[in-house]
């Protein structure tokens, strides 16, 4: 074959340093783009060859010390003709036409994972070589060379065995992908689940000296003369992608065991996932997958998950969140959707028909497998809410569709750790509480009124997470129970009040006006209100309550960062058959009066939560004051 030159296409010059300034972030994908590309030839090769016992493989080589990354194969190969074709017009062709077609779009609009193939080459390197032999009949062996991406020399070569090879001389800018942990990281992460194996070999340059030393050190014992020898031994190729792709396999074949050992060898951990759903469809469009509920990994009910995309068992990008809706980012997992079109801008997968059913579908498949798992193994279940309610419920606020599927197994653990439903949870409390649910989201701080309801014998349901505070809400107003309320523990006393006549309340409220003065100047806290009624309890003094909805607000307040501190509005809720205020109520004004009204103030505040540094050294000093008197 004559050598021959030429120019790639009139317009390359103008693609190759707008699609450099592009890709900047993403130029380790020229990797995956190679290693493909040789997967590919074998694949096409296979299919002419079905029977052919040939040990079929790609070998990525290192060799710092020439400048070089390899890319080697024993695919099908490229003519002459093919290389003018598929390289010369259609590999650039292809390049153009992406930038055609993104010109405007800014780069944070691109997903970088775009069919730019065998062109990235250009990215990282100032010369690339294509040493190719066809398996064809009569085909010569071909080298084909470009500098710049723009213009190239094919000449005849010299390669002997079918298939081909890739040089790229790395440019001086892109040395670190001349580093062996940087290249094998970037192996691993695209290429650890190809179909075909994937080797790694990296060329050691073997130190002068110790080579030297080597020949004159012949009669020194055996044991140092290894030791020595070991660094300049070779280790080589190394296979990547030694873990098969599990969710190829057909779900009823494979063992609890492989899904372990899968998770713990993706995700580099030793933890064990909860459980998982394997997703496996060919119609009406294929997907393969699988997806792990991992433990809770903190108490603050957040956590990073992971999901890893794949397109045909190449790995595109990490939590794509077009593609796979927001909530299941806590989840862990892979997903691989050989059909996605995924060489378009995020724009576009947003937009997209054929992504929005993809990501319902996944939806909908995490949902039935809570709603199995409900159903079917309750106990179970019951033992993973724990670490899979953040989820489920930060889920249902984002996704009407997977509400209404997982409505119906949502559980609320009580105090006393049992896991109850919404609806369970009101058939057996509703005689008391009507439509009222009542939750402590501190049961430690607020156990003292947990104790008041424990003995009604009225569940206490436990929302201490960060997500509950807008959950109870979500619920409120989602659950489509009319008069759903979720009221805490110190919301109200009405659990605990005796049944009153009108009379009697409003002689109360008369009485109630001026203890309110008595009570804020006694306390300090002006906005403190008070309240008489008859508990059923007369040995409780006095309970604290603070509305619900005006708590929520300020707690909301606080959590999106609302500068200024509403006040605590409370209602100190006093018994008028209890003896103590009915004293406090009749008594004459004067120290002892007002140090009672302040000790039955904080006796009720420490039923609701502990009192605070300088609350506690009040507390002590008053009492020790009242035990004086009473020893008067
Ligand atoms: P794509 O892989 O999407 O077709 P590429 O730009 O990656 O696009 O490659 C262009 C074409 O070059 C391929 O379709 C293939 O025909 C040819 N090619 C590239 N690398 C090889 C290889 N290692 N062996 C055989 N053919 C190859
Ligand atoms: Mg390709």
Known sequence: MAEQKGNISIHAQNIMPIIKRWLYSDKDIFIREMVSNGCDAITKEKMLLPDDPCDYRVTVTLDAKAGELRFNDNGIGMTDEEVKKYINQVAF???????????????????????????????????????????????????????????????????????????????EEEKEFLDEYRVREILK??????????????????????????????????????EEAAPAEPKGPELINSTAALWLKNPKECTPEEYKTFYHDVFHTYEDPLFYVHLNVDYPFNLKGILYFPKLTNDFGTREGEIKLFSGQVFVADNIKEVIPEFLMLLKGVIDCPDLPLNVSRSFLQNDGYVKKLSAYITRKVADKLTGLFNTERENYQTYWDDIHPFVKYGCMRDAKFFEQVKDTLLFKTTKGNYVTLSEYLSKNEGKLGKKVVYTSDPTRQTASITLYDAEDIDVVVMDALIDLNFLSFIEYSAGIDDLKFARVDADSDTFSKEETEEEKKQSEEKAKTLTELFTAATANKDLTVKLTALKDASLPAMLVQDEQGRRFSEMGKIY???????ERCTLVLNTDNSIVQSVMNGEDGEKRNL?????????????RPLEKEEVTAFLNRSNKLLEMLCK
């Not at 390197?125 to 398996?135: E, F, N, Q, R, Y």
């Not at 009672?596 to 420490?606: E, I, N, T, V, W």
Request: proline content about 3%.
């Open 561 to 567: 960062g609302q500068s200024f501190q509403m006040p």
């Open 596 to 608: 009672m009204a302040a000790q039955l103030y904080d006796l009720a505040r420490m039923s609701t």
């Open 93 to 171: 062709s292809g390049a153009e036409e992406f930038l055609k077609k993104y010109e405007g779009d800014n780069k944070g609009g691109i997903i970088g994972h775009f069919g730019l193939g065998f062109y990235s080459a250009f990215m990282v390197a100032d010369k690339v070589t294509i040493h190719t032999l066809s398996g064809a009949k009569d085909a010569q062996p071909v080298r084909w060379i470009s500098e710049d991406g723009m213009s190239f020399i094919m000449e005849a070569g010299d390669r002997t065995e079918r298939g081909t090879e890739i040089t790229l001389h790395i440019s």
């Open 189 to 226: 992460r695209y290429c650890g689940f190809m179909a075909t194996p994937v080797y790694f070999d990296v060329i050691k340059e073997v130190p002068e000296v110790k080579a030297e030393e080597e020949t004159t050190t012949e009669n020194k014992d055996e044991e140092s003369k290894t």
